[in-house]
């Protein structure tokens, strides 16, 4: 059944159907409705096997009777009567105009001998055409006179299904074995041959024939086109319920596959560890499953006691399942220990922005976070297959954390796209530093950026409001105070959180 249900998405996908989705998840099918699902399945299946493999057989005709008209009407302008060919021959065949020039050909003495003019005509692939010539006058030894030309149009290849460049060709040879043997090599070069006409009254024939062939197999394509949608949006209904009701049929027998029998072989028995606040929901589980199942035998949960030490259950939402992932991929706690993912939703996006600390970037941050979190419903971004969107959707709320508290450090630091906002004024009076007797005219001349010094008396008027005071970007000691204010606070934070982990490990051990 899942092998014909991911047939199925394929073709609906491949005719541009859109997949629906529900709003309610199907419950999982009675025993007794699973033959009719694989029943309804199988016959969908087999319509649409004998649906398409009658599309692509009209589509093949359909392509062959394309290029046997397109080869008729080049191969018109290859040939031409002429009253000296019919005296000589007394048949109704068309000849090449460079016949009886031909220096390799002794016309008259083969046909002393009683060979036969034929034709073989085809489209031959367009890199493949030189090698056919070469071929064809080596083993012929010159008995054959090929002419061709490049159809104007691309058709499609029959064998990979994507628009071919053709070269129509039209082959006269002398005798049976000369064209046996150009049949040969025909097939060898993977040639399309389609009979030749003799006689222009056939030719026409042929044509219009071929006309009303064409318009007929674009009706019955049409139809059968128009039919097989119709199958497809009808499967497209109800394939979601199908999908669904067949995921939670193999997770149920994968279950029963763990369970063991009993002495009898008439029960089975499982052995599951579950949460103490999920029993009640499990004992109900059981008695409406054996109510809807039929069961004579209702089926029954006991209690066991056990020395072994119990699995770790971590229940998670959507905006703490990506700091738990985090966490779980440096470990899982044993049971009963403290789970730091509930504190590192705070410290994680604090200590990258402590490293980030731009406002600019931990804005745009912000924004992209926010919003993929507004669309988080959006079928595109729950279906990506993308590896790299994929990650960044399951922790757009670990980015909008991120970019929150990068948007704050970045206000502390001051720096947005690494350029200081000047948003409350300056604490420092550099003015107050030119009224001192150590500077003169040359020094400021010589000293393009100023060294700020707090103990000058009037320079330093009081604390920034918020933040690093822009002017430390025009001071010559910039780096060394930067520097030391952030290492000072990066080892202030480190050492705090190294104690923090300590006394969880106090809590764990306890």
């Known amino acids: 059944m899942e092998r014909i249900l991911g047939y199925l998405v394929q073709e609906i996908k491949k005719a541009d159907i859109p997949l629906p989705e529900g709003d309610v998840v199907p419950p999982a099918p009675l025993l007794k409705h699973i033959l009719e699902i694989q029943e309804q399945l199988q016959k969908l299946e087999a319509e649409l096997r004998e649906i398409t493999k009658n599309k692509e057989k009209l589509r093949r005709n359909l392509l062959e009777l394309t290029e046997y008209t ?98 129509v060709f039209l082959v006269s040879y002398w005798g049976e074995q000369i064209g046996q043997k150009v049949k040969k090599i025909c097939d060898c070069y993977h040639c399309h041959v389609y009979p030749y006409p003799n006689t222009t009254e056939e030719r026409t024939a042929v ?48 279950v029963l596959n763990l369970c063991s029998f009993d002495v009898t072989n008439k029960c089975l028995i499982a052995e599951v560890w ?8 499990l004992r109900h589980a059981l008695e409406e499953g ?27 939402n959507k905006f703490t399942s990506g700091f738990q992932n985090i966490v779980d991929a440096y470990g899982v706690g044993n049971y009963g220990e403290v789970n730091p993912a509930l504190y590192t939703i705070i410290t994680f996006p604090f200590l990258f922005a402590v ?18 979190i507004l669309y988080e419903n959006h079928p595109r971004l ?29 206000l502390i630091y001051n720096d947005c796209f690494s350029k200081s906002l000047n948003i409350f004024g300056s604490g420092w009076n550099v003015s107050a530093m030119f009224e001192q007797k150590a500077w003169s005219l040359e020094d400021l001349r010589s000293n393009q ?5 707090p103990n000058v008396t009037g320079v330093y008027n009081g604390v920034y409001p918020f933040g690093i005071d822009p002017i430390w970007n025009l001071a010559s000691n910039r780096l060394s105070f930067l520097n030391s204010f952030k290492m000072k606070m990066s080892v202030i934070f480190g050492v705090t959180h190294m104690t923090f982990g300590v006394v969880l490990g106090v809590f764990n051990h306890l």
Request: proline share 3%; with cysteine; net charge negative.
């Open 207 to 254: 044509v219009e024939g071929l006309n009303t062939r064409i318009q007929d197999l674009h009706t019955v394509l049409h139809k059968t086109e128009d039919y097989l949608l119709q199958v497809l949006c009808k499967a497209s209904e109800s394939i979601y319920t199908w999908v669904i009701q067949v995921k939670k049929m193999k997770a149920i027998y994968h």
């Open 290 to 316: 054996s109510r809807k199942s039929g069961a004579t035998i209702s089926s029954f949960m006991n209690t066991i006691p056990t020395t072994q030490p119990p699995p770790t259950l971590i229940r998670t």
């Open 274 to 281: 579950c949460p103490v606040a999920d029993l009640q929901n």
């Open 70 to 167: 397109c080869m008729l009407e080049v191969t018109q302008t290859f040939v031409r009567r002429t009253a000296e060919y019919e005296s000589h021959l007394h048949a109704n065949y068309e000849e090449f105009p460079s016949v009886e020039d031909e220096p390799l050909v002794d016309y008259n003495c083969m046909h002393r001998l009683g060979a036969k003019l034929g034709f073989i005509s085809g489209l031959v692939h367009i890199t493949k055409v030189g090698a056919f010539e070469k071929m064809l006058w080596r083993v012929c030894k010159g008995y054959t006179i090929l002419t061709y030309a490049e159809l104007d149009e691309c058709l499609e290849d029959p064998d990979t299904g994507e628009a071919t460049k053709w070269f």
């Open 449 to 453: 950026f100023l060294t700020l010094d």
């Open 382 to 410: 729950q279906r990506s297959q993308d590896e790299i969107m994929k990650m960044l959707f399951e922790g757009r709320y670990v980015i909008l954390l991120m970019g929150l508290f990068s948007v704050y450090t970045g």
């Open 355 to 372: 490293m980030f600390g731009d406002f600019g970037h931990g804005l745009l941050m912000f924004i992209f976070a926010l919003v993929t």
